[in-house]
């Protein structure tokens, strides 16, 4: 059987490992929050995160609407400054890096006036050849099973086909670091299943480190190396789901998680 730590603060703490629980890509990076606090004003949003994220490892974030998970999200990808605390990015050897971190929201946020591969084009940043750009699109977009869409305006496709665009994008530049901000929130039930298949497998081609904050706790199982509960800017609990990937829907072991987590969100207010 698998066991993980459930409170790494460095890989080699990590124990027991009967299979290889993460593959790092060659990108990855790992991540390490020491104390971190986040204040708007008053308010203060986070309240000392001590986390450590190893190289190439899925992590979901979940927690109350509000409990500062977009925040974290947010500081994680340079988008916003911590008020006090350090964030560190370590390359596979171990020194100190700045990581080619990417995002996908919830809504795709694609430009309207370029097509479906330019679209793509466009998460590859300056400099690079015009040619292998579109190239390097058409693959991504392969991957994404949209192939026979690259020559599509965006306003053309599903909201689900939009959203994988906007992961194409994201995943052209084989980022390091993956944040993901409930991207399959507006989707219906089924195209989010597909999504969350797709997702996983693009994971473990890539073995980019991968941040996912969800609302959707069974997502947060079936997809996540370990699930991170935030309460009042607080880790209130940091659980590891030892099981490999894929995972099917209906796995009862999965569901007495998804049980322990929804009781850990909801507590006095709604648990059972
Ligand atoms: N730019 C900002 N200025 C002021 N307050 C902010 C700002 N961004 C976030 N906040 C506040 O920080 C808190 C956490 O917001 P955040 O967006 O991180 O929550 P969340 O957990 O992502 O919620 P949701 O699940 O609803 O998306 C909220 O009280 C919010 O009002
Ligand atoms: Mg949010």
Redesign the pocket.
Known sequence: MTVIAHERFHPSEAVEFSEPAVVAGAGAAAITLSGLEKS?GA?R?LRGINLHIPAGEFVAVI?K????????LRILMGLDEPTSGELHFEGADGAEIQPNARIVFQEPRLLPWLSVADNVVVGLGEGVEKKRAREEAKAVLYEVQLAEKAGEWPARLSGGQRQRVALARALVSKPGILALD?PLGALDALTRISMQQLLNRVWRELGCTTVL?T?DVSEAVHLADRVIV?EEGRIALDLAIPYPHPRRHGNPALAELEGRLLSAILGSDGGH
């Open positions: 708007f308010n949003v927690g609407s509000g409990c500062g998970k977009s925040t974290l409930e904050v609302h935030l």
